[in-house]
């Protein structure tokens, strides 16, 4: 499939989230959301009411990634905040079962996540469940971490199985992502590029989305 880019609205300025949305709406492919609780990683960040918020100002597909202990108690609330896919981690829920069936019931997209160190093994049973896998390239719950390569090795191993299974799942990537690695998981196997610093941080975010979308072709 065509990559697409996800920008990571964590790496926006918190104080201009509408105009910031808004920078990205005719570039991007979809838009992250990453939600966290303070407990399973140790930041907070956004809650449903700013998920509320910035559907008004986009109709971009929201990929909500939930860094929480207890991911499927909010699903009802994020379907009727606009969210499009939920994305949870097989660390924070072994057994994602009854999660996705869910979220499939409130017509939300249902996605995995592993942590840089998990291996691609700990979803394999879980992945006919989903519509993304999603391999973290740096360690949840901070923006702007360098890369971390050793998770390729995880995104061959999904893109394999995937594959030789005829299975329907995108894998996505999530972390240090900028035009130099890029490629690189491009080449192991990814179509969904998560970028904060990467597009947020720069003046131009439609030409740092086309930049990043070139250095993948």
Known sequence: ????????????????????????????DMLHVDIMDGH???NLSLGMPVVRALR????????????MTNPDAYLVEL??????????????????????AKARDLELGFGLVINPGTPFGAVLPFVELCDLVVVMSVEPGHGGQT?????????????NFIDSEGLGAD????GG?????????????????????????????????????????
């Open 79 to 100: 379907a009727a905040a606009g969210a499009t896919i939920v994305t949870m981690h097989i660390e924070a829920i072994p057994d994602p079962t009854e999660a996705a």
């Open 177 to 217: 992502i900028t035009t130099v690695t890029a490629p690189r998981a491009r080449s192991a196997g990814v179509d969904i590029f998560v970028a904060g610093t990467s597009v947020f941080g720069e003046v131009n975010r439609g030409d740092a989305i086309e930049n990043l979308r070139k250095a993948i072709t």
């Open 147 to 159: 890369f971390i390569d050793e998770v390729l090795r995880e995104v061959e191993a999904a893109r």
């Open 1 to 28: 499939m065509s990559a697409k880019i996800a920008p990571s609205i964590l790496a926006a300025d918190f104080g201009h989230l509408a105009s910031e949305v808004e920078s990205i709406n005719q570039h991007a």
């Open 171 to 174: 894998i996505e990537i999530d």
């Open 56 to 67: 008004r100002h986009s109709n971009l597909p929201f990929d909500c990634h939930l860094m």
């Open 40 to 42: 399973f990683v140790p």
